[in-house]
């Protein structure tokens, strides 16, 4: 008797996630269809590339959450040039983010584009966390480029932001680190750690920003949708990644 209520419980719990799923997959239909309605009348009435551009977006990571990719790698990638065009660069670090998270053949190009604005550009700080967890969640667990990731996290999540998001983003960030030292050096300390640190040169940001651009430059290649020099050349003073 026991194994059949036990088995009752489990089929309740698969019916009850899959009606879940189903209601989120509706949702996303729901809000994916008045997006496109409003794209069409903002289209119709000429509205301004801007907002068309931002309708884009919110369309192409509605996709992204059905699972459908492939439709939203194009409208996120027209996106993206609108918003380099007028230098909305954190909507366009926000379009890298999409096109990553579209599993496409240039997904990755795409995550160490969308990384090289969110470092070199003042942006949201939580966003450009976010597209650094990418680089941890793609690598093996002994690679450098986790550690490097992680600590520029934390060096964002401390410069970028403040009171309680600061608070917030750097504990987040902390744990991140610290996540990354285990999986990469077994450490459990904060000895260990403390050493762990100092072998990667992970204290100073003129050292491990090199080596994050060294990063993106591996995700990315030779396909730059952008020109980056001269972008950067514009800003002497920024922090972000350099040579």
């Known amino acids: 008797m026991k194994q059949f209520q036990m088995t009752d419980r489990l089929a309740d719990t698969a019916a009850d996630s899959i009606r879940h ?21 903002l289209t119709r009435l000429g509205g301004r590339s801007a907002d068309i551009a931002e309708l884009k977006l919110q369309m192409a990571r509605t996709l992204v959450g059905l699972d459908r990719g492939d439709e939203a790698w194009p409208l996120a990638r027209e996106a993206l040039d609108a918003f380099m065009a007028v230098e909305a660069f954190e909507s366009a670090a926000d379009c890298c983010e999409v096109l990553f998270r579209t599993e496409q053949p240039d997904s990755l190009s795409a995550l160490g584009q969308g990384i090289w ?15 650094l967890s990418h680089i941890i969640d793609e690598t093996p667990d002994d690679s450098d480029g986790a550690a490097v990731a992680a600590t520029t996290a934390l060096f964002l999540a401390d410069v970028r932001s403040e009171g309680v998001q600061r608070e917030n983003l750097t504990f987040f960030a902390s744990q991140l680190l610290g996540d990354v030292a285990r999986r990469h050096s077994g450490v459990d300390s904060q000895a260990a750690f403390d050493l762990w640190r100092d072998r990667l040169e992970l204290r100073e940001p003129e050292k491990f920003l090199v ?23 514009r800003l002497p003073d920024a922090i972000g990644p350099t040579q």
């Open 21 to 41: 799923q189903g209601a989120e997959e509706a949702a996303l239909e729901s809000h994916l269809l008045a997006l496109q309605e409003e794209f069409e009348g």
């Open 117 to 131: 604005l969110a470092v070199t550009y003042p942006i949201d700080p939580e966003l450009s966390i976010e597209l």
């Open 211 to 233: 080596r994050l651009r060294n990063i993106v430059d591996v995700l990315v290649q030779d396909n730059w949708w952008f020109d980056p020099e001269a972008l950067r050349a």
